[in-house]
């Protein structure tokens, strides 16, 4: 992205304390500032407990990594960051704390903001959306205007099933245009991930594959080492095919199968993306869960919560019926690995032996890679083919320091570009899929080891 400069933003972060904002949000805050696109700013952080912003701040530091010459450099861009920044201890269900987030909000864009663009990021549960969304407005806090932005970012997941983020939705465009609401997917933010429209629709040599005419099936492959590790109480509600499939593997489904859109902006993405997930469904489901994870703190000791899941999904359109898009996730996995793998068909074949490998195209997220899996000549032997790997690595052709998805995502905010963020009847058509699956699903709830490839998933 190039080098521009942003327009100066009063950040109101909704659960600043958080996980989220410590490990994510500032940090992309601090690369804006450090590479200059950010200059003019402030922010209030909001959450629960007292304290105040020096001690978020000095969790966020752990999330940047500096090395001795540029200590002093960091230094004064944190400095910076807290002498714009304020905290505020407040319930967000309570109506009574906002009069006094919109007086803290005045006193610091006095001082650092005078715009009064303003960027609310909800980084805390869907069941406070409504809340927050309702008084951001009545205290006139978040304002309609011409001049000025008022932008309302909210994190995933949205809702719990089509139900409530219909709700959500219902109660957000009530008070909000659907062109001010960012519904992140930080996949989305991720460099591969935005490059897969580019990818498809600029290669004369990927297009015109692009379909059950040669395509045989997609794998899309996201797995994690780590463990559920601190966050027991909340993935107890939502468990894998709510926390990730949901949002993160079928947008990827969605980025991969769409047909090509009028134009690569938001409007025209979103249309065809929402086609591909209207036509979406479940043909098989396997859910499982690693053996311990009822003794992690905050879930519960019966907890049929699933930490682990794989299905099969077709698309019912011209492009991809008959086309397997095989999906799996899971926590505490022998290995971390995100990935999209198109299978080719095979071709007809002249030869007397021919090569058993057809042709593949891996999308690895991520470290960040294309490869491609072609046929060629085993040297000195008479037409024997062997599997050789064309790759392009990211890091290798481009600057290691490209920015990560949360700045990414942050940038495009300001910028009002909503191409990389989810509308409502995207989100919608997404849980209805995973509600489906969900009623249908009588399978049994496999179990499998921590550290293991997953359970036994039948073929
Ligand atoms: N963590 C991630 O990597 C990640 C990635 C993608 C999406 N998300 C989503 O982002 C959201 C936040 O996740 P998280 O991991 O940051 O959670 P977290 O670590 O539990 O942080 C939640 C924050 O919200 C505050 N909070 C909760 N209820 C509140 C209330 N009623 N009034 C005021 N403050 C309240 C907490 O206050 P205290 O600090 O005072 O306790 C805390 O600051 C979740 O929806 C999650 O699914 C997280």
Redesign the pocket.
């Known amino acids: 992205m190039a080098n521009k400069t942003l327009k100066s933003t009063t950040f109101v972060i ?8 410590t ?2 949000i500032l940090p992309a805050i601090y690369k804006l500032v450090e590479s200059k696109k950010l200059s003019k700013f402030c922010i209030i952080g ?4 007292d ?1 105040k912003f020096n001690d978020i701040i000095k969790e966020a530091k752990k999330h940047i990594k500096t090395s001795k010459k540029d200590q002093a450099k960091a230094k004064k861009i944190w400095e910076k960051i807290e002498q714009r920044s304020t905290y505020l ?5 309570t109506e009574s704390g906002y009069q006094q987030l919109k007086e803290t909000i005045h006193k610091l864009e006095s001082r650092y903001n005078k715009t009064k663009n303003r960027l609310f990021y909800l ?4 069941t ?1 959306y409504q809340n927050i969304t309702k008084y951001l407005t009545k205290y006139q806090i978040a304002t309609k205007s011409s001049i000025k932005f008022s932008r309302i970012a909210y ?3 949205f809702g719990t099933d089509q139900i409530t983020a219909k709700k959500i939705n219902k109660c957000i465009n009530k008070v909000f245009h659907e062109k001010l609401v960012y519904r ?1 997917d ?1 996949y989305l933010g991720k460099e591969l991930v935005s490059n897969m429209a580019l990818l498809r629709f600029t290669n004369r040599v990927l297009e015109p594959l692009w379909s059950n005419k040669h395509i045989e099936k997609v794998d899309i492959v996201m797995t994690e080492k780590l463990d559920i590790g601190k ?1 027991g109480n ?1 993935y107890d509600n939502y468990g894998a095919l709510k ?1 990730v499939v949901q949002n993160h593997l079928l947008q990827l489904v969605a980025l991969t199968a769409m047909e090509q859109p009028k134009k690569l902006e938001a409007k025209y993405i979103r249309d065809q993306k929402v086609k591909v997930l209207q036509k979406t469904k479940i043909q098989s489901m396997q859910l499982g869960q690693y053996n311990k994870f009822t003794k992690v703190k905050g879930v519960k000791k019966n907890s049929k919560t699933d930490t682990f899941a794989a299905l099969k999904l077709t698309i019912n359109n011209s492009r991809w019926r008959g086309v397997p898009f095989n999906i799996k996730t899971g926590k505490a996995l022998n290995k971390k690995e995100t990935y999209i793998d198109i299978k080719f068909k095979h071709i007809p074949c002249l030869l007397q032996s021919c090569p058993r490998e057809t042709n593949h195209l891996r999308i690895n997220i991520k470290d960040p890679n294309i490869t491609l899996k072609i046929n060629s000549k085993l040297p000195g032997t008479k037409n024997q083919v062997i599997p050789i790997s064309l790759k392009f690595s990211e890091n290798l052709h481009f600057d290691q320091n490209s920015p990560k998805a949360y700045e990414n995502l942050i940038e495009q905010i300001i910028q009002g570009d909503q191409s990389a963020f989810v509308r409502s009847d995207e989100v919608e058509a997404s849980w209805k899929i995973i509600d489906a699956a969900i009623k249908k699903h009588k399978g049994k709830l496999l179990t499998y080891k921590k550290g293991s490839t997953g359970p036994k998933v039948p073929k």
Do not use: M
């Open positions: 909704f659960g600043a304390g958080g996980d989220l904002s490990r994510k909001l959450a629960r407990t304290r201890s407040l319930d967000f269900n980084a805390t549960l869907p406070q994190e995933k997941p992140i930080h966050r909340f926390d």
